[in-house]
């Protein structure tokens, strides 16, 4: 409820806390909101309806949403996880149009590895389903895909793994994730 309450407060700076938890109820009531998971799910129904009404708009609310989550020069691998953020930025980067933020997020060994700390394997791998025509990124995700068995049982070998698996690799995207892997 607080990433909701948040973006909320985001695009209504007069949203108070208690005007939010009072649209969360009556939103829960009518049975378009799920938070027994300790997390806010929105009927798949309403979400359909408002990614369609929403059109052209949704991108920016997706950037509004980013950027309520950002002080200015601060990394991404910097951001307190709150539980959903690290699970769902890519998501969020792709529909806010920031293509070339997802692309620089995907091939950052600091993001990666702040990723692993809170999220499974999988969750990473998944990923860069939405840069997977792209060759490098494609790359990336099969390097991880491979190394999922180690890195779930020590995280900590994510740069070995890379390094192992992505030598002779030549893209720049690459070679750049290689020289962080061996700082």
Same mark, same amino acid.
Request: aromatic fraction near 8%; glycine fraction near 6%.
């Given at each position: 409820e607080k990433v909701?309450?948040?973006?909320?407060?985001?695009?209504?700076?007069?949203?108070?806390?208690?005007h939010c938890t009072i649209i969360l109820a009556k939103l829960r009531n009518l049975g378009l909101l799920d938070t027994e998971k300790r997390c806010v799910s929105l009927h798949r129904l309403l979400h359909d309806y408002l990614e369609i009404s929403l059109g052209d708009r949704s991108a920016k609310l997706h950037e509004l949403f980013l950027n309520g989550y950002l002080v200015?020069?601060?990394?991404?691998?910097?951001?307190?996880?709150? +539980?959903?953020?690290?699970?769902? $930025?890519?998501?969020? *980067? %792709?529909r806010a149009g920031r293509r070339?933020?997802?692309?620089?997020?995907?091939?950052?060994?600091?993001?990666?590895?702040s990723k692993l700390a809170v999220c499974e394997v999988s969750a990473l791998i998944s990923d860069y389903?939405?840069?997977?025509?792209?060759?490098?990124?494609?790359?990336?995700?099969?390097?991880?895909r491979l190394s999922e068995g180690a890195l779930a049982r020590d995280r900590s070998q994510l740069p070995a793994q890379?390094?192992?698996?992505?030598? +002779?690799?030549?893209?720049?995207? $690459?070679?750049?994730? *290689? %020289?962080?892997?061996?700082?």
């Open positions: 909701v309450k948040r973006f909320w407060r985001n695009i209504d700076p007069s949203l108070t806390d208690a200015p020069s601060q990394p991404w691998h910097d951001v307190p996880d709150d +539980g959903y953020i690290h699970r769902h $930025i890519c998501f969020h *980067l %792709a070339d933020e997802l692309r620089g997020l995907l091939l950052d060994l600091d993001w990666l590895e389903d939405t840069l997977a025509a792209e060759a490098e990124y494609l790359t990336v995700q099969k390097t991880i890379l390094l192992g698996r992505l030598l +002779g690799v030549g893209s720049p995207g $690459i070679l750049r994730l *290689l %020289a962080q892997a061996r700082a």
